[in-house]
C-alpha cells in the first residue's frame, strides 16, 4: 500500500475504547502479517473515561467546597477539598481507579516481530495509534494542574482559619470565604479542557499524535519484511493504545 492509502486507513478518529480503535488496530495486524511479521495482540485493562470522570469528580468536590465554605460549614468544606485532593493523587500519581475505572473497557497492543538471530540483537520501534480530543494544549494544561496544588492549599488555610475562629465566636468574613471560587477555578479549567472536551469537540483523526508515526512503522515493517532469510537482529514493531489516557 502506498503511504496515502496507509493513512486513509489509520488517520481516522480512533479514541481509545471506541469500535474505530479496534478497526484500526485490526488493520495494523492484518498489514504486519501480510509483511511477514509474527502478530500477537495483547489484551489490556483500561479507563479510557478517566480524565472526563476524574477531573469531573475532582470539579464536583471542589464545588462543594466551595458552596461549604460560603455556608460555614468548615469540616464538611475541610473534608470534600481533601477528597479531591486525595482523588487525584490516587488517580494520576498512585495510578490507581477509584473514579476512572466506573467504566473501564478491554484495548488491545498489537506486537509484530520479524525474528532474527537466537540470541541476536533485538530493535524495539514503538507508536501509539488511539487518539484523544480536548480543549486547549498541553501549555495551558501543565501550568493550570501545577495551580491546583496552591489551590488546595489556600482552601484547607480557608476552612482551617474558620474553624479556629468559630471556637471563639467568630466567623470568616464573607471577602475570604468568597476565595473558595478561586480554589475552584484551576479544577473548572482542567475539567474544561479535559472532561468537557471529548464531549463538546469533533473528535480529531490524530493526524500528527501519533497517525504518522503510525504509517512511519508500518513503511518500516515493508522494508524489514524483505530482509533476506538469516537476519541477525530481530526487530519489533509495537502499536500501543491508552497513551492518551492519564498517564498509562
Given at each position: 500500500?502506498?503511504?496515502?492509502?496507509?493513512?486513509?486507513?489509520?488517520?481516522?478518529?480512533?479514541?481509545?475504547?471506541?469500535?474505530?480503535?479496534?478497526?484500526?488496530?485490526?488493520?495494523?495486524?492484518?498489514?504486519?502479517?501480510?509483511?511477514g511479521?509474527?502478530?500477537?495482540?495483547?489484551?489490556?485493562?483500561?479507563?479510557?473515561?478517566?480524565?472526563?470522570?476524574?477531573?469531573?469528580?475532582?470539579?464536583?468536590?471542589?464545588?462543594?467546597?466551595?458552596?461549604?465554605?460560603?455556608?460555614?460549614?468548615?469540616?464538611?468544606?475541610?473534608?470534600?477539598?481533601?477528597?479531591?485532593?486525595?482523588?487525584?493523587?490516587?488517580?494520576?500519581?498512585?495510578?490507581?481507579?477509584p473514579?476512572?475505572?466506573?467504566?473501564?473497557?478491554?484495548?488491545?497492543?498489537?506486537v509484530?516481530?520479524f525474528?532474527?538471530?537466537?540470541?541476536?540483537p533485538?530493535?524495539?520501534?514503538?507508536?501509539?495509534?488511539?487518539?484523544?480530543?480536548?480543549?486547549?494544549?498541553?501549555?495551558?494544561?501543565?501550568?493550570?494542574?501545577?495551580?491546583?496544588?496552591?489551590?488546595?492549599?489556600?482552601?484547607?488555610?480557608?476552612?482551617?482559619?474558620?474553624?479556629?475562629?468559630?471556637?471563639?465566636?467568630?466567623?470568616?468574613?464573607?471577602?475570604?470565604?468568597?476565595?473558595?471560587?478561586?480554589?475552584?477555578?484551576?479544577?473548572?479549567?482542567?475539567?474544561?479542557?479535559?472532561?468537557?472536551?471529548?464531549?463538546?469537540?469533533?473528535?480529531?483523526?490524530?493526524?500528527?499524535?501519533?497517525?504518522?508515526?503510525?504509517?512511519?512503522?508500518?513503511?518500516?515493517?515493508?522494508?524489514?519484511?524483505?530482509?533476506?532469510?538469516?537476519?541477525?537482529?530481530?526487530v519489533e514493531?509495537?502499536?500501543?493504545?491508552?497513551?492518551?489516557?492519564?498517564?498509562?
Amino acid at each position: 500500500m502506498t503511504i496515502d492509502e496507509l493513512l486513509d486507513r489509520v488517520v481516522v478518529p480512533r479514541p481509545n475504547g471506541s469500535a474505530e480503535l479496534e478497526r484500526v488496530g485490526a488493520f495494523l495486524a492484518a498489514t504486519l502479517q501480510e509483511q511477514g511479521a509474527q502478530v500477537t495482540r495483547e489484551p489490556f485493562a483500561a479507563t479510557p473515561h478517566g480524565f472526563e470522570l476524574a477531573f469531573g469528580a475532582a470539579l464536583a468536590l471542589v464545588a462543594g467546597f466551595a458552596l461549604a465554605l460560603a455556608l460555614r460549614r468548615w469540616r464538611v468544606a475541610l473534608g470534600l477539598l481533601s477528597a479531591a485532593a486525595a482523588l487525584l493523587l490516587v488517580e494520576f500519581e498512585l495510578l490507581g481507579s477509584p473514579v476512572s475505572g466506573l467504566l473501564p473497557a478491554t484495548l488491545h497492543n498489537v506486537v509484530g516481530v520479524f525474528p532474527g538471530v537466537a540470541g541476536g540483537p533485538r530493535l524495539v520501534f514503538v507508536a501509539h495509534y488511539d487518539t484523544t480530543t480536548h480543549f486547549g494544549s498541553h501549555a495551558a494544561w501543565g501550568p493550570t494542574g501545577f495551580l491546583m496544588g496552591p489551590a488546595v492549599a489556600l482552601g484547607a488555610a480557608l476552612a482551617i482559619a474558620g474553624l479556629l475562629r468559630a471556637r471563639s465566636g467568630r466567623t470568616l468574613a464573607p471577602g475570604w470565604r468568597a476565595l473558595g471560587l478561586l480554589v475552584a477555578a484551576p479544577f473548572a479549567a482542567m475539567a474544561w479542557f479535559h472532561a468537557a472536551g471529548p464531549s463538546l469537540r469533533a473528535p480529531s483523526p490524530g493526524a500528527i499524535d501519533n497517525g504518522g508515526s503510525v504509517v512511519a512503522l508500518l513503511q518500516l515493517a515493508t522494508r524489514v519484511g524483505a530482509r533476506p532469510d538469516g537476519a541477525t537482529t530481530t526487530v519489533e514493531l509495537v502499536f500501543t493504545a491508552a497513551e492518551e489516557e492519564r498517564a498509562l
